[in-house]
């Protein structure tokens, strides 16, 4: 069983980046197929990206695409999003997590779909 940590959120402003990690422990990352979601304030848990197990193959959502970069690292057992030219509305707590799935990333965009989470981090873009 993966345990998946975030780290590197923080407040910024409006165009600045960021760039949030996720730490795997207690399994191989690379086992994994994994992703980006967001939730912000009183709003649904809403996908942003997904990336598979070797780092080959990567989805985005609409508001996600052209501005952030999925990747990961394996033999760092870490995955990142690279958060480029941030706006107000991506205000929202970041989550990472990672499904034992094997369909291609671009149909893994269901949180349904993903058995392990990490406990999120928090993303403030001031305008």
């Known amino acids: 069983q993966v345990r998946l940590a975030e780290s590197g959120g923080g407040l910024v402003q409006a165009g600045d980046s960021l760039t949030l990690s996720c730490a795997a422990s207690?399994?191989?990352?690379?086992?994994?197929?994994t992703c980006w979601f967001r939730q912000a304030p009183g709003e649904n848990r809403e996908f942003v990206a997904a990336?598979?197990?070797?780092?080959?193959?990567?989805f985005y959502s609409e508001s996600a695409e052209g501005r952030f970069t999925i990747s990961r690292d394996n033999t760092m057992n870490t995955m990142y999003l690279q958060m480029n030219s941030l706006k107000p509305e991506d205000t929202a707590v970041y989550y990472c997590?990672?499904?034992?799935?094997?369909?291609?990333?671009?149909?893994?965009?269901?949180?349904?779909?993903?058995?392990?989470w990490g406990q999120g981090a928090q993303v403030t873009v001031s305008s």
């Open positions: 997590a990672a499904s034992d799935l094997q369909h291609p990333v671009s149909m893994l965009t269901g949180g349904a779909l993903y058995k392990y």
């Open positions: 207690g399994s191989r990352l690379n086992s994994y197929n």
């Open positions: 990336i598979n197990w070797l780092g080959s193959s990567t």
